[in-house]
């Protein structure tokens, strides 16, 4: 049976293999390359549209499946990426080599959104692809300390400025030019003024992501960003009560007046996990993402747990997504946070296929 191992035969094959986010077989989309056939074996490699691909194995087996109808005796998948853009034009020139954007939001503060940020930075730059982080929170920076790097200072020439780089991902914050704790005490023109040069003069080179960890509410900052830039979509972060919600309900309908959409809802604090019998503890109420989800016809994006270990990586500089986390990995909230970040990776790739599609044609 071996003998249908011919091109065309496994070609035809694998287009009847889809990318389960964006619903388009393998071949069309021009994600099969190096196909090799050596009598009964078959080796190819899967060129993704994210290294952060949560569906890996799904696409595997159905490949395996596929060959093995056709008399493979073996098959070797191997894994490459290449992120799509999702936008262009000539608002995408301030950011040249960014291939995508994803907006942090939260409607109130203390919901935990820049903890979401920087994990979800972290997480996608450890699955191998290469991120910025944006700390766009100009009056109340937080990213440096949670990201290890308070008391760094940006350096440049010629009026660039070259990016604070930790855990694998370009970093720019107003705190990397500030003495101390000196306060930021501008009005709304001046901080339009510094997210404007933190994207066009400093230099991020070529980018998957650029996550943008917003301040909260609906101000100047957001603003701002939406005015800037093509942003690829925003992730809303809330707490399952309901003054958290009501305001989360606020910053999604920013974010559709000035047309940007929303790849979804985290629901952060979900639940406490107790260190010392591991049951939960629904502190803050539960289900409230799920609520404002179906009322705005939107997706749960994920569910991140109340650890302690959140808190004191945060504290300490370490993520706790970084592999120099001890027990990050095993952690409940440390896996629901890689979720995450390879849920949202597949939302970006979902958003970028019409754009690539409309390019390439």
């Not at 074996?41 to 056709?70: F, N, Q, R, S, Y």
């Not at 940006?154 to 720019?172: D, F, L």
């Not at 604090?269 to 107790?274: D, G, K, N, Q």
């Amino acid at each position: 049976m071996a003998d249908q191992l011919t091109n065309e035969n496994i070609m035809v094959a694998l287009g009847r293999v889809k990318d389960p986010e964006i619903g388009r077989d393998l071949v069309s989309l021009g994600m099969i390359k190096n196909l090799e056939i050596t009598g009964p074996h078959v080796a190819l490699t899967v060129e993704l549209t994210t290294p952060a691909c949560p569906l890996k194995a799904k696409i595997e087996d159905e490949i395996v499946t596929e060959m093995e109808g056709l008399g493979a005796e073996t098959v070797k998948v191997d894994w490459a990426s290449n992120v799509k853009r999702s936008f262009g034009g000539p608002a995408a020139d301030l950011i040249p080599g960014v291939r995508n954007t994803i907006a942090v939001a939260s409607g109130k503060g203390g919901v935990g959104k820049t903890t979401i940020a920087v994990n979800l930075a972290v997480s996608l730059a450890r699955d191998g692809a290469r991120v910025g982080l944006l700390d766009a929170d100009i009056t109340g920076p937080n990213v440096p300390l949670m990201m290890g790097t308070m008391g760094a200072h940006v350096t440049g020439a010629s009026g660039r400025v070259n990016p604070v780089v930790s855990h694998g991902v370009k970093m720019m914050s107003i705190q990397y030019f500030l003495t101390g704790n000196a306060p930021v005490i501008w009005r709304g023109p001046l901080i339009h003024s510094a997210i404007q040069q933190f994207l066009r003069d400093v230099e991020w080179g070529e980018l998957d992501y650029l996550v943008i960890d917003l301040p909260p509410g609906t101000g100047d900052a957001a603003l701002s960003i939406s005015q800037l830039i093509p942003l690829t979509g925003a992730v809303i972060v809330t707490t399952p009560q309901e003054v958290a919600l009501t305001d989360a309900r606020k910053a999604i309908a920013m974010f559709t007046k000035v047309n940007v959409r929303t790849l979804g809802v985290v629901e952060n604090m979900s639940a406490f996990i107790c260190p010392d019998c591991g049951h939960e503890h629904d502190i803050f109420g539960s289900g409230g993402g799920a609520k404002i989800a179906r009322e705005l016809e939107l997706d749960v994006l994920g569910l991140i747990p109340l650890e302690p270990g959140v808190r004191t990586g945060g504290d300490a500089g370490v993520p706790i997504t970084s592999p120099q986390y001890p027990g990050g990995d095993t952690s409940r909230a440390g896996q629901a946070m890689r979720e995450l970040a390879r849920t949202v990776a597949g939302r970006v790739s979902l958003v970028a296929a019409p754009y690539e599609m409309a390019t390439a044609s």
